[in-house]
């Protein structure tokens, strides 16, 4: 319920910035030259040259992302937010299954599952809860 509308967020803003690099290599091109002309004009050396151009390429850049709003660190985005709650339900579950101290508690969750896993405290010999959570996790990426 989280993870899938930022990771389509995600996806739209990697297809945005797809979209921009044609436009960038025809504008780097564009600016190598004009840059390359106001070198020989002002005499500069290679290495000024070379300075000028990548400073004016990446005002160019920054510029186009402010236009399409596609920032490149917007699509982090998911994973600043898979982490933590990948830590805190991990932590959780490890908590309700193997830490809980209340004996009532305890006993709750080794006789509260259903269907294959009627202990909730003992690992899934079976492999089915992992293995659908990776595929399910799988799902969500590739949606």
């Known amino acids: 319920a989280v993870t899938l509308p930022l990771a389509a967020h ?3 803003l990697l297809a ?5 690099q044609p436009e960038i290599k025809k504008l780097a091109e564009r600016l190598r030259y004009e840059v390359s002309v106001r070198g020989k004009q002002l005499g500069w050396s290679e ?7 990548k400073k004016n390429l990446r005002r ?7 236009r399409d709003n596609c920032h490149p660190f917007k699509a982090t985005l998911l ?11 991990s932590l959780a579950l490890r908590n309700c299954s193997v830490g809980a101290t209340d004996s009532e508690v305890q006993e709750q ?12 405290t ?12 990776g595929l399910v ?3 969500i990426v590739e949606v």
Request: charged share 15%; aromatic share 16%; hydrophobic share 55%.
């Open 10 to 12: 995600q996806s739209r």
């Open 16 to 20: 945005k910035l797809e979209n921009l």
């Open 47 to 53: 290495k000024v040259a070379r300075f000028h151009f």
């Open 60 to 66: 160019i850049i920054t510029e186009l992302y402010i």
């Open 79 to 89: 994973v600043w937010v898979q982490i933590p709650m990948w830590v805190c339900v």
């Open 109 to 120: 969750f080794s006789a509260g599952g259903t269907l294959w896993f009627t202990d909730l």
């Open 122 to 133: 003992a690992p899934d010999s079976t492999w089915i809860l992992p293995v659908s959570l």
């Open 137 to 139: 996790n799988l799902l």
